[in-house]
């Protein structure tokens, strides 16, 4: 079905490794796979920034939204009806945040079934620094699934098995700071929606850690590499949003200059009362204040 994409990323990858092994650098297919994912995030880079862009926009209409619920929580077609003339006021899609990843999809399906090609499958010293072989753990060589794995002692050996455990960390943890980055900074991004969203992305990137123990560490490596991108790409754009939400905070009242520091308040100086005058001209006279009248004691 997605041979059209499939074919083509294919002789992407095997003309890349092939030039950089004849370059003589080591972990050739490795780097591969890494340039390749450069190439896809710039290719994609518009709607990557669209998708942000859209998803930081309709968190700062949250708050309207939240008081529109509290308005019409009973009456869910009034709703529907006033979040739409809010979205439309605003110029907000509210489809526009999941728009381009339903468009890159059918490119990260192409990229894993380019990744089990046979003819990317054969190719040999696909090591990758602490990575015995880019193609396992669905190599022909290990157990199918996560029998290389489990049960205890790994089938294959803990100083073989050790380093392939460190790519679902990093893969999970990698994919929850670009995912909490996305998220509003402020009091008013939280609420049920705010919590429905982290945990969804809590189980999308145990279920991604999860594939990484079965597919070949290639499609893992690509995975970790788009992440760490996305990160970068994530942070020009909207900074640091919910990972440090202080620091969001201080960035944001910044550039609406809310942090203009406060004129000094001047005293104005008020004319002296009759009394203090007076004291002046009899200090002015005598050269010493006027003494007091002591009453006589009767």
Same mark, same amino acid.
């Given at each position: ?12 990858? $095997?003309?890349?490794?092939? !030039? ?25 880079? @518009? $709607? ?13 209409? #949250? ?14 077609? &009034? ?18 945040? /999941? %728009? @381009? %990843? ?5 490119? $990260? ?6 990744? #089990? ?16 072989? *880019?193609? /396992?753990?669905? /190599? ?24 392939? $455990? ?9 994919? *929850? ?21 982290? !945990? ?45 939400? #202080? ?13 203009? @520091?406060?004129?000094?308040? #001047? ?28 009453? &006589?004691?009767?």
């Amino acid at each position: 079905m997605l041979d059209f994409i499939i074919n083509p990323l294919v002789q992407l990858i $095997l003309f890349l490794n092939n !030039t950089i092994q004849s370059l003589g650098i080591p972990y050739h297919f490795g780097w591969a796979i890494i340039i390749l994912t450069i190439i896809l995030k710039i290719i994609t880079l @518009p $709607l990557n920034l669209q998708q942000i862009r859209a998803i930081k926009a309709q968190q700062e209409l #949250q708050p309207k939204l939240a008081e529109l619920q509290k308005k019409y929580g009973k009456d869910r077609e &009034r709703l529907a009806q006033a979040q739409m003339e809010l979205y439309k006021e605003a110029g907000v899609n509210p489809l526009g945040g /999941c %728009l @381009p %990843l339903l468009i890159q999809l059918p490119i $990260l399906w192409a990229l894993f079934g380019a990744l #089990q090609h046979p003819s990317l499958a054969a190719i040999p010293n696909a090591s990758f620094f602490i990575l015995s072989d *880019l193609h /396992c753990p669905s /190599c022909a060589d290990w157990p199918s699934g996560i029998g290389w794995l489990w049960p205890f002692p790994p089938a294959v050996g803990w100083n073989v098995a050790l380093p392939y $455990l460190i790519l679902p960390v990093l893969l999970i943890g990698t994919q *929850l700071i670009q995912q909490k980055m996305s998220m509003a900074s402020t009091p008013s991004g939280g609420g049920s929606q705010a919590q429905t969203m982290n !945990t969804v992305s809590i189980v999308f990137a145990l279920l991604f850690g999860y594939y990484s123990l079965i597919f070949p560490a290639s499609l893992s490596l690509y995975y970790i590499v788009f992440n760490i991108f996305g990160i970068v790409q994530q942070y020009f754009v909207t900074g640091w949003g919910g990972l440090r939400p #202080q620091a969001a905070a201080a960035t944001a009242s910044a550039a609406d200059g809310s942090s203009k @520091p406060v004129a000094p308040v #001047q005293v104005e100086a008020t004319e002296p009362s009759v009394a203090a005058k007076a004291v002046e001209r009899g200090v002015s006279k005598t050269g010493s204040a006027p003494k007091r009248s002591r009453r &006589r004691r009767k």
